[in-house]
């Protein structure tokens, strides 16, 4: 976990995914404390080789203490929301398959598995489910 951390944000890094005008950072707050974000790329920004009219959620994070009040679902319609604005006709995620209350909440919001990608954890090799909502 350390050496994926330092690798995915250290500043420079950081810099480089905010300059990206492919990606947008959202964050959200709860009781003026930062909740948690959302990561959304498009076109060349996206992890996978995927088409154009498709929208990447990379990254959604909810803080621990703030979980269980919304915040995830209200992220998701965020993305949603960014999808349709710029005509995207599907949203997907990268969820690791044994993260299983991840997988179900997906499910819940309509995303099917669609396929899977290998994921670098450190020096331990992951397998994500590839998960896609339609959006037409």
């Not at 959304?40 to 959620?57: C, F, G, P, R, Y």
């Amino acid at each position: 976990m350390k050496a994926y951390l330092e690798k995915a944000f250290n500043l420079k890094q950081l810099d480089t995914e905010l300059s990206n005008s492919s990606s947008a950072f959202y964050f959200i707050y709860a009781n003026e404390d930062i909740a948690g974000y959302l990561k959304l790329n498009v076109n060349d920004a996206q992890t996978e080789k995927m088409d154009n009219h498709s929208l990447e959620i990379e990254r959604i994070y909810v803080r621990e203490k703030h979980r269980k009040q919304g915040l995830g679902k209200y992220l998701i319609n965020k993305a949603i929301e960014t999808a349709t604005a710029q005509n995207k006709e599907k949203i997907w995620i990268g969820v690791w398959e044994k993260n299983e209350s991840a997988i179900a909440f997906y499910t819940k919001l309509g995303f099917v598995q669609t396929g899977a990608h290998s994921f670098q954890m450190g020096d331990e090799q992951q397998i994500d489910f590839i998960m896609v909502k339609s959006l037409i």
